[in-house]
T-cell receptor
Framework: AQTVTQSQPEMSVQEAETVTLSCTYD???????LFWYKQPPSRQMILVIR??????QNATENRFSVNFQKAAKSFSLKISDSQLGDTAMYFC??????????????FGQGTTLQVKP | DTGVSQNPRHKITKRGQNVTFRCDPI?????LYWYRQTLGQGPEFLTY????????KSRLLSDRFSAERPKGSFSTLEIQRTEQGDSAMYLC???????????FGPGTRLTVL
């Protein structure tokens, strides 16, 4: 069974600074996707960034980038130039994309990020 | 693309009552997922549909839970004889089976007194 672990329950960063959120996962699959989702307080979950396991190049989306280390099963999120609107709970998630692809997401426990002015 | 909608947004009920939640996915998304999220935790998979067929159910989904997706459009999640442990946020998400990205609704927050 796949598991996703986020070892940082809470983090804080000053506005305009850079912060990195950690995520490790465990799987025996070779074909999968990894995601970071953001859940602002009392608002719905939105996708921040996604990474296909077969791609070595790390995904980037504007101020958000990942460091994907497949052998180490590590998938960290870097937020550059942090903004107050980045304050949210961040979830790392795994999706198997093998032959038994159901599309279900397996989430980590989440990291609460507070951006301070 | 109007997004995934869920109703009601909040539900307060007494222990032992039945409740039903509705999810309207993004049109043309043939897969629909239900997750449960307790306070301060990540969402946990409950069940999913491809079109009208319910293809997988988590062991978290006890006999008191039932989900349907008639005609492959909206879905309902019913909890019978609610217990205090059912208090949680129930999230719905949808996607096309050929893609990898799920889109989430705002959730239904259930409080069982």
């Amino acid at each position: 069974a796949q598991t996703v672990t986020q070892s940082q329950p809470e983090m804080s960063v000053q506005e305009a600074e850079t912060v990195t959120l950690s995520c490790t996962y465990d799987t025996s699959e070779n074909n999968y996707y990894l995601f970071w989702y953001k859940q602002p307080p009392s608002r719905q979950m939105i996708l921040v960034i996604r990474q296909e396991a077969y791609k070595q190049q790390n995904a980037t989306e504007n101020r958000f980038s990942v460091n994907f280390q497949k052998a180490a099963k590590s998938f960290s999120l870097k937020i550059s130039d942090s903004q107050l609107g980045d304050t949210a709970m961040y979830f790392c998630a795994f999706m198997n994309w093998g032959s038994s692809n159901t599309g279900k997401l397996i989430f980590g426990q989440g990291t609460t990020l507070q951006v301070k002015p | 693309d109007t997004g995934v909608s869920q109703n009601p947004r909040h539900k307060i009920t007494k222990r032992g009552q039945n409740v039903t939640f509705r999810c309207d996915p993004i049109s043309e998304h043939n897969r629909l997922y239900w997750y449960r999220q307790t306070l301060g935790q990540g969402p946990e998979f409950l069940t999913y549909f491809q079109n009208e067929a319910q293809l997988e159910k988590s062991r978290l989904l006890s006999d008191r839970f039932s989900a349907e997706r008639p005609k492959g459009s909206f879905s309902t999640l019913e909890i019978q004889r609610t217990e205090q442990g059912d208090s949680a946020m129930y999230l719905c998400a949808s996607m096309r089976a050929t893609t990898d990205t799920q889109y989430f609704g705002p959730g239904t927050r259930l409080t069982v007194l």
